[in-house]
Each structure stands twice: as C-alpha cells, then as structure tokens.
C-alpha cells in the first residue's frame, strides 16, 4: 500500500508561508503557473516545533526527520535551506535556533495522477501540468506500476509537491517517533479539487477562457455537451 504523507492539519501547531523572492513561469497555452523559490525558504512556525509541515503545499522537514531518511538510505528526494522563524499569519516573532529545518523536494516520479481505473487525470500537453477546473473527480487515485521509478519518496509527475510513500516507510516514520505526521492511502484519497458547475463552464466559454484540453476534458467528464459548445461557436 503507499501513502500520500500530509501533516496533521493541527491548527495550534502550524507553518505559514513568508514572504519569499521567486521566479514565476506561465504556460502559454494552459496558464499554468510553476514557481521556483530563490535563496533559503521562510516560513512561520505557529505553536509547537514539529518534525513536518506544509507551508502553503510546500513540506518542509526537520533535522531529525532528515537524519532518519538518511539512515535508511532511502532515495527520491533532494533537500534545500530555510530560514523558520515563530509568528502567526499577521506577525513575524523571534528566529526559530534550537530546531533545523529544511524544504523537502521530492524528485521521485510514478507517471499521472490516475483514478482508480488507471485513467490519468487530464494535463497540459505543452507544460505537462494538471489542468484544474477539468471536472475530474474522484475517490482514490493510483499510478501506473511501469510508470514508477522506484524510488522509496516519489509524486505524481503533474502532482509532484505531494510526497507519496510505502508502507515500509510509514513504519519507519512512526516508529521514529517523529511529530505532525499524516498517511493518507491513495485509494482512499477524494478527489474533488478539480469539480466545476456547468455555470461556470459556460461563462468561461462566453469569455472566451478554453483550450483544447479543458474543452476535452468538460466533454469527457460530462461538464457540457458537444450542443452547448456549438451554441458557443466551439468545434470539435
């Protein structure tokens, strides 16, 4: 079984992203956006001092949690700098000293998001990312095996913020005792981000905001019918 691992959503004890320098690239065709953050990663850390967070989808790792992946030897990830200190979301407090942090990058890949089927979730063909909006839901997501590296820490190539898991790992992670830990199994995980009403499918179509992979995706996925694009002056 593998895992999506999240942190535990405790609003007491939580990381906030800060202000950070980055630069930002936009499809053209999608207008997908991918940042690539600059210099060490600030945050805020509001209540206890965890071994895992997410600042706004980007998961950050203790020390000590660092030390147990580099014990095992386990692969599919890179680590880069941070700068925590304490606040909460209007304040900056005093720089966190008595706990080293890093930002988790995850660098091994199992293919596209599928749902349980194994359909994958519609991408961008230029940019590769998950288009959003497209009206795919679902409850449980899976990977093709031929599509997956190997590596002990992978993500879904238009997912890829999300660390996914085995079940060897999740014991391991457990039984170091190390704080602010959530497994979610993937066929368990729901789905729903990308849902869209027909409304507002159609008022993107008056607007003139589509493309081809949305169009296809809203007819896969029952959001319009080939009717109402002609309405709209939209080929097939």
């Known amino acids: 079984m593998y895992y999506f691992l999240f942190d535990d959503h405790n609003t ?5 992203m800060s202000e950070n ?3 930002r690239e936009i499809c053209d065709n999608c207008g997908g956006i991918r940042v690539s953050y600059k210099g060490s990663f600030k945050f805020k850390i509001q209540g206890k001092l965890c071994d895992y967070y997410s600042a706004s989808g980007t ?8 030390n147990v992946l580099k014990e095992h030897g386990y692969t599919g990830y890179e680590v880069a700098d941070t700068k925590p200190y304490f606040g909460t979301v209007t304040r900056i407090g005093e720089a966190v000293t008595t706990k080293k942090y890093y930002r988790l990058i995850v660098t091994g890949r199992c293919g596209l998001m599928c749902d349980m089927k194994g359909d994958p979730a519609p991408i961008c063909r230029k940019c590769r990312r998950k288009i959003g909006m497209s009206g795919f839901d679902t409850m449980g997501v899976s990977f093709v095996p031929e599509a997956y590296d190997g590596s002990d820490i992978f993500a879904f190539e238009d997912l890829s913020n999300i660390p996914i898991v085995s079940e060897e790992i999740k014991k391991v992670l457990k039984k170091s005792k190390l704080t602010n830990l959530r497994f979610v199994p993937l066929e368990e995980h729901e789905y729903h981000f990308d849902t869209i009403r027909k409304e507002s499918a159609l008022s993107a179509l008056s607007k003139g905001r589509y493309y081809d992979e949305l169009i296809e995706a809203w007819l896969k996925y029952g959001v319009v019918s080939k009717e109402e694009l002609a309405e709209y002056g939209v080929n097939i």
Do not use: G, H, Q, T
Request: charged share 40%.
């Open 21 to 23: 320098e980055y630069d």
């Open 12 to 16: 007491r004890n939580k990381a906030i």
């Open 59 to 66: 998961f950050v790792i203790s020390e000590d949690f660092l």
